[in-house]
């Protein structure tokens, strides 16, 4: 055997592990993606507290991994991508952190705004956390990924072994989630919120799945609006509806409240559901959208460590970690031009 016949076996693992990488790099970007955004460009945590990540990517990178493989080894779209991240947030607030029914999750009184003595939490709260989780914990990131990988925006990303290995990441993360929970803020919600929980998100599953889209008349002459126009439409309604619980809780009555994060939800489904019909719709459309997301969540976590000086948990800001801040911001619209330029030719 010659020398150059000797280094075929490890040259041909190489490749085999470039190539893998290189299919799987998508799926990778999502699973730091989804807590980054989630906690991170929020302002949940600063960048002194960047280790924090590893902890999150389980249950919040395994989750909005599981829900765009689930839709996309389906053939599904984004109907069923959006029902699948309401499971999930069901499951995280309701299950794993009991946000839902806790009355001092961590420490912060969330339910006492708009609290419903006769259901045992508030509705502007669950609302409100319901739809950041859909919108931004899981549907910014895999949009953002999707754009990154081009022409493979929509064909699956992992293959049985990795899609099982996601399942089980995503389950381990709900366990330690739920396990913290318990030890930081010891609270154990009643059998019936239990139930109720468990029984909404078993049924966003089941919709999710058997969710058929109809493509209904598409009007070849009339193509999407221009991406600008698509991310300052959904930055204007992206900001509109954290307001609401950014200042607006102090000042609105919750019934109020309630009824226009609701007619806000009413009026972006509606949009996005005219416009996705559309004949030409695709990654880069969905990436539109997602950088108004991206650019509400930025400028909100900046602006609550300006001017409360301290995260959206309590934690005291630094002008250091005001300028992390803006760098993670930078970082993940930097993602967004990429995903830009990939996907300009994919119609």
Request: net charge positive; hydrophobic share 55%.
């Amino acid at each position: 055997m010659t020398m150059g016949n000797q280094r075929e076996p490890g040259a041909f693992v190489v490749v085999t592990m470039k190539a893998t990488l290189r299919r799987i790099a998508p799926a990778l970007l999502l699973l730091i993606l989804a807590p980054l955004i989630a906690e991170f460009l929020l302002g949940d945590f600063s960048v002194h507290q960047l280790g924090v990540l590893a902890a999150l990517l389980p249950q919040y990178g395994g989750g909005a991994l599981l829900v765009r493989e689930t839709a996309r080894r389906r053939g599904k779209r984004w109907p069923t991508m959006i029902l699948l991240a309401l499971a999930y947030a069901l499951i995280e607030e309701g299950l794993t952190t009991q946000s839902l029914f806790n009355p001092d999750y961590a420490g912060q009184r969330l339910l006492d705004y708009g609290y419903m003595a006769a259901i045992g939490t508030s509705l502007d709260w669950t609302v409100f956390v319901l739809t950041i989780h859909v919108v931004w914990s899981i549907g910014c990131g895999i949009a953002i990924a999707e754009a990154v990988a081009g022409e493979r925006w929509s064909e699956p990303w992992l293959r049985m072994p990795g899609y099982v290995a996601t399942a089980l990441l995503f389950l381990l993360g709900c366990v330690a989630t739920a396990a913290f929970t318990m030890k930081a803020s010891p609270y154990v919600a009643t059998p019936a919120q239990f139930s109720t929980v468990t029984v909404l998100a078993l049924g966003a599953i089941v919709l999710a799945l058997r969710w058929r889209s109809q493509p209904g008349v598409r009007i070849a002459t009339e193509p999407p609006p221009r991406g600008w126009v698509l991310g300052i439409v959904a930055t204007v309604l992206a900001s509109a509806f954290q307001l609401i619980a950014f200042r607006g809780w102090q000042l609105l009555p919750a019934a109020l409240s309630l009824v226009v994060m609701l007619a806000l939800i009413a009026v972006a489904l509606a949009l996005f559901a005219r416009w996705a019909r559309r004949p030409v719709w695709g990654p880069g459309h969905s990436l539109a959208l997602a950088v108004g997301a991206v650019v509400t969540y930025g400028w909100l976590g900046i602006a609550r460590m300006l001017l409360d000086g301290r995260t959206a948990l309590g934690i005291p800001a630094t002008r250091l970690d005001v300028i992390g801040q803006f760098l993670i911001l930078l970082a993940v619209l930097a993602l967004t031009w990429l995903g830009a330029r990939r996907s300009r030719s994919i119609a």
